[in-house]
């Protein structure tokens, strides 16, 4: 069965403090790790896909990577806006289906 | 504009009443999903359907229902049987072609009074 455990369950960061997000992951045969940021009452929106390990995406302060047991979402310099759930979804290679981890909860203060 | 819409926004029901929340997608994707969000936690499936006219349960289909008649819409009937409806409820799509990104729409929350 597949697993996906986010850390930590909520960060507070001040405004220009860098961090990370930490997902992990277990799966038998991993088709893709999927990055979402959901805001409140609104569905997740999508971020990065990463298929395999040694791999890197980039979108302006936001930066994912992975290896075969975890993946790292890096927050430079966030800013308030970047306040949001940060939801991480694994797609095994024999499925269809998206199992989500629980979510960071991330609060950038000014 | 090409998107998921989920209709209502917000719906109200009557314990013992059966609700359907409506889920339309003009992406041309093949797979739809429905997915649970209870507060603080994260996304649960309960159905999800990979092509049109077939559907597999997902780890909480019980109290669920669905349908997949047309390519474009994928409706969520929330039974009397289900012991817990109230809830954030999530359709989504998967491109099946290039990157198979899933994509979701805007939500539908789902209070029993």
């Known amino acids: 069965e597949d697993q996906v455990t986010q850390s930590p369950e909520a960060l507070r960061l001040q405004e220009g403090e860098s961090s990370s997000l930490n997902c992990s992951y277990t799966?038998?045969?991993?088709?893709?790790l999927f990055w979402y940021r959901q805001d409140p009452g609104k569905g997740p929106e999508f971020l990065f896909t990463?298929?395999?390990a040694g791999e890197e995406k980039e979108k302006e302060r936001l930066k994912a990577t992975l290896t075969k047991k975890e993946s790292f979402l890096h927050i430079t310099a966030p800013k308030p806006e970047d306040s949001a759930t940060y939801l991480c979804?694994?797609?095994?290679?024999?499925?269809?289906?998206?199992?989500f981890g629980e979510g960071t909860q991330l609060t950038v203060n000014p | 504009d090409g998107g998921i819409t989920q209709s209502p926004k917000y719906l109200f029901r009557k314990e013992g009443q059966n609700v359907t929340l409506s889920c339309e997608q003009n992406?041309?994707?093949?797979?739809m999903y429905w997915y649970r969000q209870d507060p603080g936690q994260g996304l649960r499936l309960i159905y999800y359907?990979?092509?049109?006219?077939?559907?597999q349960k997902g780890d909480i289909a019980e109290g669920y229902s669905v349908s997949r008649e047309k390519k474009e819409s994928f409706p969520l009937t929330v039974t009397s049987a289900q012991k817990n409806p109230t809830a954030f409820y999530l359709c989504?799509?998967?491109?099946?072609?290039?990157?198979?990104?899933?994509?979701f729409g805007e939500g539908s929350w789902l209070t029993v009074v």
């Open positions: 989504a799509s998967r491109d099946s072609q290039g990157r198979n990104t899933i994509y």
């Open positions: 799966v038998s045969g991993l088709r893709g």
């Open positions: 990463l298929y395999s």
């Open positions: 979804a694994v797609r095994e290679t024999s499925g269809s289906r998206l199992t």
């Open positions: 992406l041309n994707h093949d797979a």
């Open positions: 359907s990979q092509i049109v006219n077939d559907f």
